[in-house]
């Protein structure tokens, strides 16, 4: 048994151990619980709900979800486990991530490890209890069935449709799986166009070999068609084709909800990105191996995409490991002066076996103490007061002052599962719902602008929970109508004063 732990063995394992043990974190963030809310609705009706039942202002409306195959577990777990299960799903989801990035790698264990320790890191803005964690497991067994097929001749391309048909009921980012086929068919057809135009493969990729013969791209392009097919799949139909176009027009969107818009690259979380970016473009400069046209095509395209929104970062994580590895490899052989692959290491004594099975338990034990500072109800119970309006929803749940509510949308889904079905929410995470001149109407009035009482009149809003500093509160308070009722280090709770 001691054998089998060669070095390689160790650097993976404990790589994973890493990457399991930095993705265990407080996982329920404020979108976490209208799906935990929506996938108790589910389990109590047995059945997806085709109308919004949880809002006061879309009460009725027509509601769309991509998500209810993710948000039924999401809710069991939660329900067996308390937050333990949501965060522990959540690293799991993570791990299992780059375990399929790893494939698609190349070079020494160690360089490997670091390039996906690295892209881990980037993606860390996108780790929460919530169905776009699946999208990233997704994301990343589509780029491997896509690598595979053009760069090792496995043709698994059968697999995609009935990934997309999964993805479309587990989430809205099945978006992604059509990025990259479009990324890697440009790609391929760039170099196509190249040999055609020049009579010889690109000189960029230099490879004969590199170029997929008509017949397989055909298919690729025939498996994009059957993909589209197989969105239908869900319990909308071919409505939910459209869904993507009608989240992305909703230009409230990009103004006003922090991760549809261009990361800030000033905050810590973000800076992996950059660092992935640029070790990825360097090495690829600094090193002589040809770079593939694919390649370079889903990493530019990926990280243009990151640059637009926040919650695309992650893409890159998922394209620019097998390019950054494959020339770092490439780049450390030249340094050593020779080709080809790296000198196979000496065999390993049993001494260092016994040496490597020490370290991984040290490590291992390490990593199992971190993952259990996150799994402590109060441990997170005191992040979530941190952050949401727990003493605010505390309150109402306790006195009962009358409605009906506005909130804040940040507040919006943790009042959903906090405070259903007595008090519907004004607005909250569901973006798809909300239509763009909604969202303008409610920031007018978040922000206290003028005509702002008329809409709260329009709604008979008698309860509004904001921010504990919030332009609207400021204006509540300087109103003879409205008196505050509530206010903690988070939110403040308004009612309307007796006539």
Known sequence: MLRALTLPRLVVAITFLAIFAMAARVSADSDTWWHLRTGGWIVEHGAVPQTDPFSHTRAGAAWRIPGWIVQVPLFWLFDAFGYAGLNLFTAAAVTLTFALVYPACAGHPLLRAFALVLAAAASGIYWSARPQIVSLVLAAAFALILYDFRRNGRNRLWLLPPLMALWANAHGGFAIGFIFLALTLAGEGLKWLWSLSFGRPSAVSRQPSALIPPAPLLGLIAVSFICALAVMLNPAGPEMLFYPFKTVGIGALR?????????????????????????????????????????????????????????????????????????????????????????????????????????????????????????????????????????????????????????????????????????????????????????????????????YQAVLDRHGVRLVVVEAESLLGDRLLESAGWRELYRDDVAAVYGRAAP
């Open 255 to 451: 103004e006003f909800i922090q991760e549809w818009q261009s990361p800030n690259f000033h905050a810590a979380e973000t800076q992996p990105f950059l660092w992935l970016l640029l070790a990825t473009f360097a090495v690829v400069a600094l090193s002589r191996r040809p770079v593939d046209i694919t390649d370079l095509t889903l990493v530019c395209g990926t990280a243009y995409l990151g640059f637009l929104a926040g919650r695309n970062v992650p893409l890159l994580a998922v394209a620019a490991p097998p390019l950054l590895t494959r020339h770092a490899a490439a780049l450390l052989e030249e340094w050593r002066g020779r080709e080809g692959e790296a000198a196979s290491a000496p065999p390993a004594r049993a001494g260092l076996l016994g040496l490597n099975w020490a370290l991984l338990i040290v490590i291992g034990a390490a990593a199992a103490l971190k993952v259990a500072t996150v799994l402590p109800a109060s441990v997170n119970e005191r992040e979530l007061r941190r952050l949401l309006p727990v003493g605010a929803s505390e309150f109402i749940r306790r006195e009962r002052p009358p409605g009906p509510m506005f909130n804040s949308y940040n507040f919006g889904a943790y009042l959903m599962w906090a405070l259903y079905p007595d008090y519907p929410v004004y607005a909250d995470g569901r973006t798809d719902l909300y239509d763009d001149v909604f969202l303008r109407e409610y920031l007018n009035v978040a922000l206290g602008r003028p005509g």
